[in-house]
């Protein structure tokens, strides 16, 4: 299994940007989907996550109501929107995946249950 994000970029507090994770050598339907970032110095953390089971969302405090993820299995892809961005966004995004776990839970802890991890996008919140 491979994924690969991109779509991250600089932008002004308060904008917006939509990640994606596209998802080769097993169908999107098999794997339940989490987004995490890591800042320097910080732990890496969760900040959405759905399941392959009912696609059941997950957001932490820190992600709801400003970030929405989702997931087009035709195409292999999962998508971040992340609106109203803030300075305390800025990291590194990844997305992670695992078969085993059919809930978010693999989700919680910083990702301790995802098998498999894509190379990050850096995102950038600063005016």
């Known amino acids: 299994v491979q994924l690969q994000a991109s779509g991250g970029g600089s932008v002004q507090p308060g904008g917006s940007l939509r990640l994606s994770c596209v998802a080769s050598g097993v169908t999107l339907d098999r794997l339940s989907i989490g987004w995490f970032r890591q800042a320097p110095g910080k732990d890496r953390e969760e900040v959405a996550c759905?399941?392959?089971?009912?696609?059941?969302?997950y957001y932490p405090d820190s992600a709801k109501g400003r970030f929405t993820i989702s997931r087009d299995n035709a195409k292999n892809e999962v998508f971040l929107q992340m609106d109203s961005l803030k300075p305390e966004d800025t990291a590194v995004y990844y997305c992670a995946a695992t078969e085993f776990y059919g809930t978010v839970a693999g989700c919680y802890s910083g990702g301790y249950g995802m098998e498999y991890w894509g190379k990050g996008t850096q995102v950038t919140v600063s005016s």
């Open positions: 759905i399941a392959k089971s009912d696609s059941t969302t």
